[in-house]
C-alpha cells in the first residue's frame, strides 16, 4: 500500500492522514452509467475505503460510448454487477457492495443514513429530488452531477458549517422541477460521450476534497463546462429561505419505476396477437424516423385518449428510451387501466 499511494503520500498538505480518511470512508454512488462509471474508477483507484453502487438497469449496446466500465461482453447483464468486477480488479483493497434495485421513498432514506456522502450520478429528476431531500433529512452531503448535449454541470450540496448548520441543497438551485417531457434525456437529446467522463471525474474530486478536508468544495457554486467553446463558468447560489424540507415529497408528474409492470421486446413477442394495444408515446416525427409499430400518441395527447379508450385490452407503451413510457404507465394506472411499458424502449428493440 505505502508503493501504491506514493504520490499522494508526496502532497503537500495530503499525505497518509489523508489517505486513512478515505479508506475508512462509506460512500453511496447512486446511478452507474456515463457519470457514476468515471466516478466510481476514480474513487476506487484513490482508495475510497467502501463504496456502494446502486442501479437497476441493464448494459446497453448505446451505453458503451460514455459508460467506460463496460465493454461488449457486458451487453445485457446488470450495470452493477459489471461494474463490480471490474472496479474489484482494479483495487483488491475495497469493499465493494452493490445494490440492482431504485431508489424511492420506500428506501432512500436507510440508504443515505448509512453512508457517510452521496453521489447523484442519476439520470431522471424524481431520483435527484428524493436523493437531496432524503440527505437533507439525514444530515448528508451529497455531490451532485447532471450532463446535456455537450454541456455538463457539477455541485455539492448540503455541506455541514462550522456553526452546526448546512449550505444550500439541490432546491435551493433548482426549487421546481421541470414539467415533465420538457427535458430531453440523454437517449433522446444526445449526449457527447467524454462530457460524462470529465463530470464524473470532477464528482469524485469533490467527494475526495470533502472527505479529506482538502481545498475549497463547490458549494454555493454550480461549475458548468460547455465542450463547444471550452469554457467553464461559475454560478453562485445560496440557501433560499422559502426552501423548508421536512418530508419526502416524491415530485409530482415523474412515474415511479414500476419493474413489475415493465417488460422486454422478446417478453412481448410472446404475448398472443391481438391481446395488447401497443401506443409509441413519442412526439410524431420520432415515430416516423423509427418506431416499433402501434399506434402514435405522444404523450402530451395521451391524457384524452385514455379518457376516451373503450378498448378493454391490456396497454404496452413504449418511447424511445422507457422514461415517458413510465410516466404514460403511471397515469394509465392512476385510471385502473391495465398497462405495461417496454424498457429501453427503442433504443433496445431489434431491428
Excluded at 172 to 186: A, H, W, Y
Aim: charged residues 25%.
Amino acid at each position: 500500500m505505502e508503493e501504491r499511494y506514493a504520490r499522494h503520500y508526496a502532497l503537500d498538505g495530503f499525505g497518509k492522514e489523508a489517505q486513512q480518511k478515505l479508506a475508512s470512508a462509506n460512500v453511496l454512488l447512486v446511478g452507474c452509467g456515463g457519470l457514476g462509471c468515471p466516478a466510481a474508477i476514480y474513487l476506487v483507484s484513490n482508495a475510497i475505503g467502501n463504496l456502494t453502487i446502486v442501479d437497476p438497469d441493464v448494459v446497453s449496446i448505446s451505453n458503451l460510448h460514455r459508460q467506460v466500465l463496460f465493454n461488449e461482453g457486458d451487453v445485457g447483464n446488470p450495470k452493477v454487477e459489471a461494474a463490480a468486477t471490474k472496479l474489484r480488479n482494479m483495487n483488491s483493497g475495497i469493499h465493494i457492495s452493490t445494490i440492482r434495485d431504485f431508489v424511492e421513498v420506500e428506501n432512500v432514506r436507510d440508504l443515505v443514513r448509512s453512508h457517510d456522502v452521496v453521489i447523484d450520478a442519476s439520470d431522471n429528476f424524481r431520483t435527484r429530488y428524493l436523493l437531496n431531500d432524503a440527505c437533507v433529512l439525514e444530515g448528508k452531503t451529497l455531490v451532485y452531477g447532471a450532463v446535456d448535449g455537450f454541456e455538463g454541470q457539477v455541485s455539492i450540496f448540503n455541506v455541514p458549517n462550522e456553526d452546526g448548520s448546512r449550505g444550500p441543497n439541490y432546491r435551493d438551485l433548482f426549487p421546481d422541477p421541470p414539467k415533465p417531457g420538457t427535458v430531453q434525456n440523454c437517449a433522446e437529446g444526445g449526449v457527447m460521450g467524454a462530457i460524462p467522463g470529465l463530470i464524473g471525474q470532477l464528482q469524485a474530486i469533490e467527494v475526495i476534497k470533502y472527505l479529506t478536508g482538502t481545498g475549497e468544495l463547490l458549494t454555493g457554486r454550480l461549475l458548468i463546462y460547455d465542450m463547444r467553446d471550452a469554457e467553464t463558468r461559475s454560478i453562485k447560489y445560496s440557501s433560499r429561505p422559502d426552501v423548508q424540507i421536512t418530508e419526502l415529497s416524491p415530485i409530482e408528474g415523474y412515474a415511479a419505476q414500476c419493474m413489475d409492470r415493465e417488460i422486454t421486446w422478446q417478453e412481448l413477442s410472446e404475448w398472443p396477437q391481438g391481446s395488447f394495444d401497443l401506443i409509441d408515446v413519442r412526439e410524431e416525427d420520432e415515430h416516423e424516423r423509427m418506431n416499433a409499430g402501434g399506434l402514435n400518441i405522444p404523450i402530451g395527447e395521451l391524457d384524452n385518449y385514455l379518457k376516451d379508450r373503450t378498448g378493454s385490452s391490456r396497454i404496452v407503451f413504449y418511447c424511445q428510451s422507457g422514461m415517458r413510457s413510465a410516466q404514460a404507465l403511471e397515469e394509465a394506472q392512476r385510471m385502473g387501466l391495465d398497462t405495461f411499458h417496454v424498457r429501453g424502449g427503442i433504443n433496445s428493440f431489434e431491428f
